[in-house]
């Protein structure tokens, strides 16, 4: 990949790029000369985590534990500007793209107010917590043109857990068609996957007193009110509804995305959800048997939790042929068969070079939304505990309006998306 | 939408099931209410709806019940009540009429003096059942502070007019802000229009700056016409900056909104709005502006588009085009096709350019085209990139040309731009390969390597012959993708023609032309090339890519014979080999030399044969551990410690343990040890917690706070009693003894007897085993095994076991006492051993022999998983499963079942034997069951306690003892023997539990003989799953509990299956009742009923018999029983 001081001098004579002071430019503005900068919210385990990634600078931090915000603080070499209201570090003229770092529950409204603010975007996985929160993301950065990144790579980089390989000679598998259609994922511990179930929530939290450091109505913003217990939050959020969604919520959007670009589906969603699970607690999240999303055209997604499910399953089934954990594929010199087929489309996966010449990077808020409505689908049915029908054209359940209010919650004022 | 009538239709039949079951047992709201919340959470689906529909049952007086026993906030927990109330909600919400029910129970629950939280929680439920009834009483809470939250919200769910109204009549009369913002937002929310004058009036009555955030974006939602100059102020008093009071998005949303009602307003706003954002430059202004005017129902699509490409800003032009979808409007796409030759700024022709890649309409191709010359990459790369998705044979020819480029990003472009584009470009590849410069050559290499195109391997070949070096080290790169069989002969005399630089490569493409011909083509045709060739080590690696075990034995026999080039050529093949058989030679190698730069590398090859193969976790656990001790340095260690913290193996875990006391390693062994422990919680152990509570303090890396963490999770939440213990220390033979006699000898010996005899057996054991090296090796004469000085009942074993080379190898384990789980050298076709090690070799009725050949070499480590319980015996072999759950017989006494309780000793057989980490579990056993006061008092006894079969005879084989129930299981041949006790009895109350399977079929013989058919010869009470389908055509008689063929019983007393379910049956006389789970499913007389012949018209001549055993009569199908007890009448 061409770095940054190379790329202006092979542009060398060229006049188009004129050296321009950021504040000519307007908000959000990126100029061309200048080091990208960021602006990470949530500095506890993962913003940190957003220190290095790609060549940009840290030039802002936010985080509502005063704790945190200085442990982060201190591990930064030069001086940032430290906020603890996201709202300010959004409207930070120094921060170029905005790093969202939070729980779930923030995902939303602070993408649509980085949006809006004109800043782009990296933000972490589960894109949103609900899918109604996933559509005004995506209303919200076709309206104000920003560069969105969802941060889960395994469809265009690293080894896809199980497979042990990357995505793409998969894709190239699965669009050569030699498999067949339609095709059936099995997502499971026997196919080189953990659904993590240790993120389960307690049953009964007994209020404790906020820590001093801690701003506790802030860290909630949009989600109900309950009495503080610290294992509401920091490391142990994902095991409470009101935050994620447990294991799924967590490990779903990594390994669910890479499916929906391998089926060709990222402008859909499954059309049914069916979940053997036992009846959720309304508060915390619980583990679950197994989650079948099933497509129109047939195609399906099988989660088998913890040690359920056949372990000899393969990891793709097809008409034609099944692929195995390792990339252990069953039809007969397919390596040579397969080569016959071009590669795989190639991908934007260099987010700097999507802020620059504002291309959409290869997984964004169009295609990390319908990836992120099956994680969403699935946690519904979970707290329903019933089969549930989709529609993917217009975003709702069908015929079961109590699905649909999981679609779009009601948010604590002043919050709203 | 079956899906959803089989869903009410089944919630239907539960209701049915639920009543009926209410009045069957005349339960009263209160059990049900105690039985329901007893079970909830519940476990799954099925439990969950009856649970649930049992309380619906309950009704009204039921819900309020349930909500009068919530207990205020902090005291004890309401979980159980916030589950049945919540699963009721939930419940009901699609059946009008429960919900109704409930929706008024939750009124009247409201109306009482209740603690906030829990009116809170009710309110909450009205937001899952309420309707346009219940907006009443929540309209009530708009005032409240407290409770103003969730009444909106549940408000906000009803979404009504009659909601709507209540919201806006609240905020009218209320003064509080904080209640004013959830009202404006539920109004905001569920789009109520008529709010609007008062959401204007508001916002021009100086609200806080967080009020106004609040009624902006509500306005934006309701607002008309009269909204848009309150709203552009509200932003142009934001100075049209994005902010926290989102002023410009909810007047921007609110111009989308009425874009197609009112088209000229908002026309003329979005152009004002539009010039305003083009003077401060502000692209997201711009954007969100353009929006609006394309949006609206008669947009001039092309002409707007036209300022929006004379604006000139890449972001603003490129999120346009993004949005909206200009390739349906004509004159839109003419205009592009026509700029994008005339506008002369870069930024508009890249941005336009991306566009035409992606909308693929026709002649783009060749308007992209010239954009290859750009000097600029970023419009470089926009066409090449273009240009590949819209394919086509003037698309590859015009990629090919760049290639040619002097320029290496250019050709760079151009190459990824071809991997991917569709269509045949073999031919335009080969025709640009002699005119392109290295760089151009080199990337046309790779594409053939990418695309396989075997068509070119003549191209790639010839440039073996190259002077060029550059391309010919990338071709000779390439060969390997594209060789066939065909072509090995070339590349056989390539690798002995060409030099040394080249020779990798070379051997890798004959390793992949090997590929498709089948093994024994691939040594042959190897073989006869070595056999002429004399550069034989150039052939090492083609056999190794044979990985055969004659290939192997091929290497191993060179790397003997050979030395200097040769030698390391066939060391370097072997580690290679891509099967695990290479680890044989490989460790061999190991073990003979003490050369550390030879064990540094042979350490490598181990530890890459051993991440590379697909064995179980316990071999390669095995030979990590024996590849520790030749690491040579502290990488190797980590790497090690590291492969050793996925095998998830406990005595890995103990292993990797102690290198936490190794600095230069600490970390790596920390993480392993936490690696195998947190992912098992079968492991907890106090060991297992001291050694986590040494990781936590060992840790340092950057995760280590959240690796801390859950250490923490994980020893709060599996206890370590109850897990592993250590037999052996590793120093001494402390709590081992020797043996004396046998478990029936010794129990004759009287305590004198038995002191002295061990004194001596423990003199004899010393003479013939020792602890070396952490080891304990028997390498005496003779048979005295070692003992355990505990005797143990049900248990899981680890161990570690060696045989070593030498006649006969031989050995064993002694579960209670009784030989063996066995140990032998699978060369001993003479005594069958080649059957495997971990059969039960002394059973004679049972499997002796195990499922599979899991053993390693003799010489080599193995290790054993054993559990017992009861009387059966699982074994896992090096992480095989070998012997599955059989029986183990007594070899002492035939005639009497396994003891209960004994020791376990480690067999000696006369040749050496060594045993290593040895780690047991005890598990308990279930509790016997006892008679309750009331049938001791009764005179009842018990004839099966859970714990034997003493009181039974008959086929005690496939009857067997398990968890506290007699467990029949399916026998692979027959229908199923036939299970009585020994006692006979004339009149009795018999009470026994028994659980089905799925159309299982069993039955209860009384007054029978132990052997024949009971049915005819005695009696027989069915046990049947008679509800299942293939039971549909079931003559009466044949119901469960019927007196086979004479007295037919009552239908529908079974509990669902997977519940037990109880049964009593008096035999008195002629007279026999049976009760089934509390119903009376039987009560007749069976000298009335066989009066003028029996309903089956069958003769039975044992009904009427005085006196016999009471039996469990198999049928071929799992079933279980348990807590038997008989009382003599």
């Not at chain 2, 073989?527 to 055969?548: D, T, V």
């Not at chain 2, 499997?847 to 017992?868: C, E, H, Y």
């Not at chain 2, 008689?1037 to 239908?1051: D, E, F, M, T």
Request: aromatic share 8%; with cysteine.
């Amino acid at each position: 990949m061409t770095s940054r001081r190379q790329f202006l001098k092979t542009m060398g004579g060229v006049t188009l790029l004129t050296i321009v002071p950021r504040n000519v430019l307007g908000k959000g503005m990126i100029a061309p000369s200048d080091e990208i900068t960021k602006g990470i919210i949530g500095v506890g385990g993962m913003g940190r985590s957003h220190f290095p990634y790609d060549n940009t600078r840290v030039a802002a931090i936010c985080d509502v534990d005063k704790n945190h915000l200085a442990q982060a603080a201190s591990m930064l070499k030069d001086k940032v500007n430290e906020y603890h209201d996201f709202r300010d570090l959004i409207l930070d003229k120094n921060v170029d793209i905005v790093h969202i770092a939070t729980p779930p529950h923030w995902h939303g409204i602070m993408s649509v107010e980085a949006a809006k603010a004109g800043k782009d975007i990296f933000c972490e996985k589960p894109m949103t917590r609900t899918i109604g929160e996933g559509i005004r993301v995506r209303e919200a950065i076709a309206q104000y043109g920003n560069i969105f990144r969802l941060n889960t790579w395994f469809r265009f980089d690293s080894n896809f857990y199980g497979l042990g390989s990357t995505v793409k000679p998969l894709k190239k598998l699965v669009d050569s068609g030699m498999l067949g259609w339609p095709l059936k994922f099995t997502i499971s511990k026997h196919t080189g996957f953990d659904w993590k179930f240790y993120w389960v929530g307690k049953n009964h939290l007994e209020p404790q007193p906020v820590p001093s450091e801690l701003d506790y109505d802030m860290w909630l913003g949009p989600a109900p009110h309950k009495p503080y217990n610290a294992h509401r939050v920091h490391s142990t959020f994902r095991g409470y509804w009101d935050y994620d969604g447990g294991g799924l919520g967590d490990m779903g959007q990594h390994y669910i995305d890479p499916v929906q670009y391998l089926l060709g589906k990222d402008d859909t969603a499954p059309v049914k959800v069916e979940v053997d699970a036992p009846q959720q607690h309304p508060d915390a999240v619980g583990t679950w048997r197994s989650i079948t999303y099933t497509y129109e055209d047939g195609c399906q997604i099988v989660l088998w939790g913890d040690e359920y499910g056949d372990p000899n399953t393969p990891y793709i089934s097809g008409p034609n042929g099944n692929v195995y954990k390792n990339f252990v594929c069953d039809i007969p010199n397919w390596e040579k068969k397969l080569a016959e087929f071009p590669e795989p489309a190639e991908q934007n996966t260099n987010f700097l070079e999507s802020v620059r010449t504002r291309q959409k990077f290869a997984l964004n808020e169009i295609n990390g939304h319908r990836s992120c409505t099956i994680v969403n689908m699935g946690l519904v049915a979970l707290q329903l505990n019933r089969t549930l029908e989709f529609d993917p054209v217009n975003e709702m359940f069908i015929n079961d309006e109590e699905a649909n209010r999981y679609i779009n919650q009601p948010m604590r004022a002043p919050w709203s998306i | 939408m079956n899906q959803i009538k089989y869903i009410i239709l089944s919630l239907c039949l539960l209701f049915a099931v639920g009543a009926e079951a209410q009045l069957a047992k005349g339960r009263t709201n209160s059990t049900i209410i105690a039985d329901a919340l007893a079970q909830l959470p519940a476990d799954n689906q099925q439990q969950y709806n009856i649970v649930i529909a049992d309380l619906v049952s309950t009704g009204e007086e039921g819900l309020l019940d349930l909500i009068g026993r919530m207990n205020p906030p902090g005291e004890v927990s309401n979980e159980a009540y916030e589950f049945a109330i919540s699963g009721w909600s939930h419940f009901v919400s699609k059946d009008d009429a429960k919900r109704t029910v409930a929706a008024n129970a939750y009124e009247k629950a409201l109306n009482k003096t209740l603690d906030k939280e829990i009116k809170a929680f009710i309110i909450r439920q009205l937001r899952t059942v309420g309707s346009d009834d219940n907006v009443e009483i929540l309209s009530g809470y708009l005032s409240d502070d407290y409770l103003s939250g969730a009444a909106s919200a549940a408000l906000t769910s009803v979404g009504t007019e009659k909601a709507g109204a209540a919201l806006l009549s609240a905020l009218t009369a209320s003064n509080s802000e904080q209640i004013n913002l959830h009202l404006v937002n539920a109004l905001g929310q569920i789009k109520f229009n008529t709010a609007e004058p008062v959401l204007l009036n508001l916002l021009s009555s100086n609200p806080s700056s967080k009020m106004e955030g609040v009624l902006l974006s509500a306005i934006s939602k309701i607002g008309g016409k009269e909204s848009i100059r309150p709203l552009r102020n509200a932003a142009e008093k934001a100075d049209l900056a994005y902010g926290k009071n989102s002023a410009v998005d909810s007047y921007i949303e609110l111009l989308g909104r009425l874009g197609s009602s009112e088209t000229r307003t908002v026309k003329r706003e979005a152009d004002r709005l539009l010039s305003r954002a083009k003077k401060q430059n502000k692209s997201e202004l711009k954007i969100a502006a353009t929006k609006v005017l394309l949006q609206q129902p008669k947009a001039n699509a092309s002409k707007i588009l036209k300022g929006v490409i004379k604006d000139g800003d890449i972001r603003y032009l490129t999120n346009v085009l993004n949005a909206f979808p200009f390739e349906n409007d004509k004159k839109s796409v003419e205009l592009i096709k026509k700029t994008i030759s005339s506008n002369k700024s870069q930024d508009v022709q890249t941005s336009l350019i991306y566009w035409l890649g992606t909308n693929k309409s026709t002649g783009s191709a060749s308007l992209i085209t010239p954009y290859l010359n750009s000097n600029n990459k970023m419009v470089l790369k926009a066409a090449t990139q273009s240009l590949s998705k819209i394919g086509g044979e003037d698309a590859i020819i015009a990629l090919a040309g760049l290639l040619k480029s002097s320029d290496d990003e250019t050709v760079t472009l151009a190459k990824n731009a071809l991997m991917s584009i569709d269509g045949d470009i073999s031919y335009t590849l080969a025709s640009v390969f002699e005119s392109s410069g290295d760089t151009g050559k080199k990337a046309i290499l790779e594409i053939i390597s990418s695309r396989i195109l075997e068509s070119q391997y003549n191209l790639v070949y010839n440039q073996m012959f190259s002077d060029n070096n550059a391309v010919k080290a990338a071709a000779a790169n390439t060969l390997k993708y594209i060789v066939v069989d065909e072509n090995l002969n070339d590349m056989f005399t390539l690798l002995e023609q060409s030099d040394a630089e080249y020779v990798p490569a070379i051997q890798e493409s004959i390793n992949a032309a090997l590929k498709n011909l089948s093994d024994e083509d691939k040594t042959k045709v190897v073989s006869e090339r070595i056999n002429k060739s004399n550069k034989k080590h150039l052939y090492y690696r083609a056999l190794a890519g044979i990985g055969s075990a004659d290939a192997i034995e091929q290497i191993t026999e060179a790397y003997n014979k050979e030395t200097g080039t040769n030698r390391d050529a066939a060391f370097t093949a072997l580690a290679s080999v891509n099967a695990f058989e290479a680890i044989y030679p490989v460790i061999d190698i190991a073990r003979s030399t003490t050369n550390k730069s030879e064990l540094e590398k042979v350490t490598n090859a181990l530890i890459s044969i051993i991440r590379r193969s697909n064995q179980t976790g316990e071999i390669k656990y095995l030979y990590l551990r024996e590849a520790m001790q030749f690491a040579q340095n502290d990488t190797q260690k980590s790497t090690i410690l590291n492969l050793l913290g996925n095998t998830g193996q406990y005595p890995a875990m103990i292993y990797v343990a102690k290198y936490m006391d190794d600095t230069a390693v600490s970390e790596a062994a920390a993480l392993a040890a936490m690696n195998i422990a947190l992912s098992n919680a079968a492991f907890a152990s106090e060991e297992t917690t001291a050694i986590l509570n040494k990781v936590s303090k060992t840790l340092t890396n950057p995760d280590a706070g959240y690796q801390r963490q859950s250490i923490n999770k994980y020893l709060s939440e599996n206890s370590a009693e109850g897990g592993y213990v250590s037999l052996f220390n590793g120093e001494n033979l402390d709590g081992w003894k020797g043996l004396v006699g046998n478990p029936i000898t010794r129990s004759k010996m009287n305590a004198r007897e038995l002191a002295t005899a061990q004194v001596k057996a423990n003199k004899q054991m010393a003479l013939d085993w020792k602890v070396e090296d952490g080891m304990i090796v028997f390498d005496g004469k003779g048979y005295d095994n070692l003992c355990t000085e505990k005797q143990y009942g049900d248990f899981e074993i680890l161990i570690d076991w060696k045989l070593y080379p030498g006649p006969e190898p031989d050995a064993g384990l002694y579960l209670r006492g009784t030989p063996q789980v066995q140990i032998w050298d699978t060369a001993r076709v003479d005594v069958g051993a080649q059957v495997g090690s971990g059969g039960l070799y002394n059973n004679q009725q049972h499997p002796s022999k195990p499922l599979k050949v899991a053993d390693q070499r003799v010489g080599d480590w193995n290790t054993f998983k054993i559990r017992m319980i009861g009387e059966r015996v699982t074994v896992w072999l090096n992480g095989e499963l070998v012997t599955d759950n059989v029986v183990l017989e007594n070899f002492w006494d035939r005639s009497q079942p396994i003891f209960p309780v004994e020791q376990i000793e480690l067999q000696a057989h006369g040749s050496k034997v060594a045993y290593r980490d040895i780690y047991i579990k005890e598990i308990a056993r279930p509790e016997p069951f006892k008679l309750s006061d009331e049938e001791k008092a009764e005179g009842f006894r018990i004839l099966f306690d859970g714990t034997n079969l003493d009181e039974w005879i008959g086929n005690k084989n496939d009857y067997t003892v398990e968890s506290g129930n007699i467990v029949l299981y399916p026998p692979t041949t027959g229908s199923g023997g036939n299970l009585y006790t020994s006692d006979e009895f004339d009149n009795f109350i018999f009470r026994f539990e028994f659980m089905l399977t799925p159309g299982a079929n069993n039955g209860l013989g009384i007054r029978t003989p132990s052997s024949g058919d009971a049915a005819y010869s005695g009696m027989e009470l069915q046990i049947l799953d008679n509800d299942a389908p293939i039971y549909a055509n079931l003559e009466k008689y044949q119901y469960h509990g019927s007196v086979y063929g004479v007295i037919p019983a009552k239908r529908g007393a079974l509990k669902p299956m997977g519940e037990w379910n109880y049964q009593e049956v008096i035999a008195d006389g002629d007279n026999i009742k049976i009760t089934l789970n509390g119903t009376v499913i039987l009560d007749g007389n069976i000298r009335e009923a066989s009066k003028n012949g029996t309903i089956d018209g069958k003769e039975h001549p044992g009904l009427l018999n005085k006196t016999g055993s009471i039996g469990f009569l198999g049928h071929g199908s799992k079933v279980k029983f348990k807590n038997i007890r008989v009382k003599e009448l």
